[in-house]
């Protein structure tokens, strides 16, 4: 009896840490487009360089994490018109707690190209505790590009939480395990 619920409370203690938590939303790429994801920066964009400087640094945190099927991102010098593309754009609009959003272009259940809009007005209040909060925006965005969606069950704990709340309180601003976890199951 005793050896029986040593074992049961092990299970209680151990279980939620073992559950994958992540969210699929049901769109991703094709393995040959995974590896070969350009991105642009709109040439009107607002703050267009340091958009470029921080993307950049948010889209490496998502390569090289699994050992298979992993993304490659890489810059376009020119609007892209081909598959395989995520376009950023820019927009300013003070009355809304959305910092940024991604908009969709499918082929079934696969990606062909994906949008991201920031939203400019948060930095231009000084919204953004530093350079890491943004990259952290920027890095959840990427989630969604590759196909993840919201994660809530163990709070803001990772990447993929519906609110920045993951760098307010936690200062995460990479994948983490479960994030990771997901792109395992959608790529690996
Ligand atoms: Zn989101």
């Not at 040959?32 to 920066?41: A, E, K």
Request: aromatic share 20%.
């Amino acid at each position: 009896m005793r050896k029986l619920l040593v074992i049961f409370s092990l299970v209680l203690v151990f279980y939620p840490v073992n559950v994958s938590a992540y969210k699929l939303s049901g769109y991703y790429w094709s393995s040959w487009n995974l590896r070969h994801l350009g991105w642009w920066v709109s040439d009107d964009a607002y703050y267009r360089d340091y958009i470029r400087f921080i993307f950049r640094r948010a889209a490496e945190s998502w390569e090289n994490l699994i050992s298979k099927g992993s993304p490659n991102f890489y810059e376009e010098s020119f609007r892209p018109h081909e598959y395989a593309s995520i376009l950023i754009y820019t927009y300013n609009y003070s009355d809304s707690d959305t910092l940024a959003y991604v908009k969709f272009t499918t082929w079934g259940s696969k990606l062909v190209i994906v949008r991201i809009y920031i939203n400019i007005a948060p930095l231009e209040k000084g919204y953004y505790i530093d350079d890491y909060h943004f990259q952290a925006v920027l890095a959840h965005e990427i989630g969604h590009v590759l196909g993840l969606a919201h994660e809530s069950r163990y709070g803001p704990t990772v990447l993929m939480y519906g609110s920045d709340g993951y760098y307010v309180k936690g200062r995460i601003y990479m994948p983490q395990e479960d994030d990771r976890n997901g792109l395992i199951a959608l790529y690996g």
